[in-house]
């Protein structure tokens, strides 16, 4: 099934519905992926930037195999 098949198939179940239940949790996840990383203002990631570089230079990293299962786990908690 391509995307916009998918798309054709979700407004013809949102115009039918009647539940504001399922509209409220449609218009949530739209919300919440607005509000994800790319929304993030250019001076919070510079700074961010800046303390991550600060912690490098201090010897304050961690093996890629923790970074790998934290990111896993965090992607597992994003799901819908």
Not at 68 to 80: F, Y
């Amino acid at each position: 099934m391509n995307i916009e098949t998918t798309k054709l198939e979700l407004m013809q179940m949102l115009l039918q519905t009647q539940k504001e239940s399922v509209l409220a949790k449609i218009k949530s996840i739209f919300e919440q992926e607005s509000s994800t990383f790319y929304s993030t203002k250019i001076s919070d990631l510079q700074q961010r930037a800046e303390e991550s570089l600060k912690s490098i230079e201090s010897g304050e990293t961690r093996p890629i195999e923790e970074f790998k299962n934290q990111l896993d786990n965090w992607k597992n908690n994003q799901a819908i």
